[in-house]
């Protein structure tokens, strides 16, 4: 079955004659319903098989977006060309019967249009991010979701040690005075408020289009998106430096399928009790979901490895290109929540608590050192962490010590009672233009998934046991990073600052603008130099004016621009202006190419993967 939801200001609708034989028989005049959400429904071919299943499904959607729009009605429209493989007109009409019947035992007002006609309609659609929403409902029963989590209470703890109660009382929160530390105040609200639907356009969107790095892709399923040239080069630079530090600590690089089996005991039991909004693919062979993470292939792989007490702690690493969610439509956000993307999973295997601390506390350097390299540090970031009562109290000095790491108060949520695989956990949150927390960096101690998976090793007294697992994502998604940059970009932008992402991120870093074509044989020779220097450089080889060269230059957020003139050919001194202050300086080639590899230092780099001449450029977004 497909249905089509718009939430709706009003939907008005007039049998005028019938469509097939065995039409309802209904009076020909104007119905109108106000603030409905509209069911637009067809019934399919397959769906004969269990149309009971089919109408309990299709309930269940209707009532979940029902209630996250606040409509007052709901309309059930006949819409069969919604499918290309209808049912029969009888089952169709008695799972619309059903449907109807099943939502108003629920005590909602419900009207249906009639089946089996031609009618003519009018309706005014709210527009708002969840106004409009397709949904497949299957003829498969589905389990009930596991999403309540149980009590808990909320705190601000301090580097010394102090904690403070926190609750929300109309809208504000209480217990804690935020006035040095509001960016921790918006965090801990949308934390403890748990509204994860985003009502307006973030402001990276527009900027990731500008840029032309990201674009939405129509031809696929919302939440897949296109990566341009210039955002390919500026994710495989992020991907690189996760991949690179990650390694050096001593992370194990693999790669596993994106794809797994339903049935498999191990996946099974976690899918049940975790359910993830998975993709669900019918392959020749058997029903598989595609991955969220990178834990399915990882867990796999360690059940199947030889492992030795001496081995531990075993990190194992992925860069998971991609790992897919079915996040809900009025939750995906451009580059900040996904349905795919791109994921570095480290699990480290640990012998016993203590060793997973101290490995937690290694993690959470590696994670600083990657963040701080993105240029997201303390400023920017908030500190999350989740964690079972008991385990507090059993390990109170470790969490303050963590804090005090962190150097700043951090929030914390303290479960009466473990309900996930974890007993402990962080996250390293951003908080972007609209006052939104988005999780980067998150490790985990996960105390569940040895014993699921039979991952074991030999310990010294010869007999096998459970390792502790750590989940840690260094970065948070790789697509993630890049909407946490240009959002704060924007946010700079606000306060009166140039917005720029940092030197080593720039696709273009350096940008050339002859004032004249007499001068491009020069500027050609300029670029050679500059880029045998890793270096990116391209010339504006236009036919404009240096003004306009200037001005393109500063809407594409190029870092360096330089000037070139008959001065600059005699001279050798090049007027370079600095985009991150405004200023210019008269600067040889060495000189700027010195300051570039300081300021780039120890970064990845990569060449240019656009024309180098303005003039055989294509524009991606226009």
């Known amino acids: 079955m497909k249905i089509l939801l718009i939430h709706s200001d009003f939907i008005e609708w007039e049998p005028k004659t019938k469509a097939i034989k065995d039409a309802e028989e209904v009076e020909k005049k104007k119905n109108k319903v106000e603030e409905a959400l509209v069911v637009f429904s067809s019934v399919e071919k397959q769906d004969e098989k269990n149309p009971k299943q089919v109408a309990e499904n299709a309930v269940k959607e209707i009532i979940s977006v029902f209630d996250q729009v606040k409509a007052k009605n709901i309309v059930i429209y006949p819409f069969v060309h919604l499918s290309s493989n209808p049912s029969s007109p009888s089952i169709a009409l008695q799972v619309l019967n059903d449907v109807e019947k099943r939502l108003k035992e629920k005590n909602l007002s419900v009207k249906r249009a009639p089946f089996g006609w031609y009618k003519e309609f ?101 939440g897949n998106l296109r990566f341009l040239p210039n955002g390919r080069l500026v994710k495989s630079l992020l991907e690189e430096w996760v991949t690179r530090n990650v390694i050096e600590y001593g992370g194990m690089e693999v790669e596993t399928p994106i794809m797994y089996d339903y049935s498999h005991p191990s996946m099974k039991s976690y899918v049940e009790r975790f359910p993830a909004r998975q993709y669900t693919i019918e392959t020749p062979n058997k029903r598989v979901f595609l991955r969220f993470a990178a834990c399915f292939g990882q867990f796999l792989l360690a059940h ?132 939104k927390a988005a999780a980067l960096t998150t490790d985990q101690i996960d105390v569940e998934n040895a014993e699921r998976y039979k991952i074991t090793y030999m310990d010294s007294d010869n007999k096998k046991k459970y390792p502790l697992i750590l989940h840690l994502s260094p970065s948070g998604s790789i697509e993630r990073v890049m909407y946490a940059l240009l959002e704060k970009a924007y946010m700079e932008q606000k306060a009166g600052k140039n917005p720029i992402l940092p030197l080593w991120l720039c696709p273009v870093q350096v940008r050339l603008c002859p004032v004249s074509e007499n001068f491009l044989k020069f500027s050609e020779n300029v670029m050679k130099e500059i880029e045998s220097n890793n270096i990116r450089v391209d010339i504006d080889d236009r036919a404009e004016s240096v003004q306009r060269k200037i001005r393109d230059a500063e809407v594409e957020w190029i870092p360096y621009i330089v000037v070139i003139g008959e001065k600059e050919e005699k001279t050798g001194k090049l007027a370079v202006r600095f985009r991150k202050t405004g200023e210019v300086k ?33 524009v991606f977004i226009g």
């Open 122 to 222: 009018d309706l005014k659609c709210k527009g708002h991010p969840l106004a409009e929403l397709s949904k497949e409902i299957s003829a498969e029963k589905r389990e009930e979701p596991v999403e309540k989590e149980p009590k808990s209470e909320w705190f601000i703890v301090e580097p010394d040690g102090k904690m403070s109660k926190i609750e929300i009382k109309n809208g504000k929160i209480w217990g804690y005075d935020f006035s040095k530390y509001k960016n921790l105040e918006k965090f801990a609200l949308y934390e403890m408020a748990k509204s994860r639907i985003v009502k307006e356009e973030p402001p990276h969107i527009k900027l990731m289009r500008r840029l032309q790095l990201v674009d939405y892709e129509e031809g696929s399923d919302p």
């Open 304 to 435: 199947d490895t030889n492992i030795s007490y001496k081995d531990l702690p075993l990190r194992l690493y992925e860069l998971t290109r991609y790992s897919f969610r079915v996040e809900q439509r009025g939750e995906l956000a451009g580059l900040r929540r996904l349905r795919a993307f791109t994921m570095p999973d480290c699990h480290t295997f640990c012998k016993d608590l203590t060793q997973a601390k101290e490995e937690m506390l290694k993690r959470f350097d590696l994670a600083l050192k990657i963040q701080s390299g993105f240029g997201l540090g303390r400023d920017e970031l908030e500190l999350g962490i989740r964690i079972v009562k008991d385990f507090y109290h059993e390990n109170k000095d470790y969490v303050i010590k963590f804090v005090k790491k962190w150097g700043k108060p951090a929030l914390l949520e303290m479960w009466d009672e473990r309900f996930f695989y974890f007993v402990f956990k962080y996250e390293l949150n951003f908080v972007d233009a609209l006052e």
């Open 586 to 618: 008269k600067m040889d080639i060495n000189e700027i190419v010195e300051m570039i590899k300081k300021e780039t230092k120890e970064k990845p780099f990569k060449p240019l993967s656009i024309p180098k001449y303005l003039t055989k450029r294509p």
